[in-house]
């Protein structure tokens, strides 16, 4: 089955960097975009970034790009968000997410990881 385990979060103080990494299992990991989402308690989840299947083309929040890079090595099945000037707005728990379709370009996504906690403090 799919399996999707996020690592990496923690605590960091203001202008600091965390890279989250998602270990995905059960699918041709390869062939499938790869998400990162966010929420904060008593908000709706929020799209971060995403990598097209073959990591050739990324897409971002406006408010993270420039800092966040979102990275994939399909060999060890594993995708990346490397965080950099984080801020305490940046505070939630971070998901990564796999795509809905092989090979497909839709923003669609269907099954999700435990999440992980980034905590930014001011």
């Known amino acids: 089955q799919v399996q999707l385990v996020e690592s990496g979060g923690g605590s960091v103080q203001a202008g600091g960097s965390l890279r989250l990494s998602c270990a995905a299992s059960?699918?041709?990991?390869?062939?499938?975009?790869m998400g990162w989402f966010r929420q904060v308690l008593g908000k709706e989840r929020e799209f971060v970034g995403s990598s097209s299947w073959s990591g050739g083309a990324t897409l971002y929040l406006d408010s993270v790009k420039g800092r966040f890079t979102i990275s994939r090595d399909n060999a060890k099945r594993t995708v990346y968000l490397q965080m950099n000037s984080l801020k305490p707005e940046d505070t939630a728990v971070y998901y990564c997410?796999?795509?809905?379709?092989?090979?497909?370009?839709?923003?669609?996504?269907?099954?999700w990881g435990q999440g992980t906690q980034v905590t930014v403090s001011s």
């Open positions: 997410a796999k795509g809905r379709n092989y090979q497909g370009r839709e923003m669609n996504y269907d099954y």
């Open positions: 059960g699918f041709t990991f390869s062939g499938y975009r």
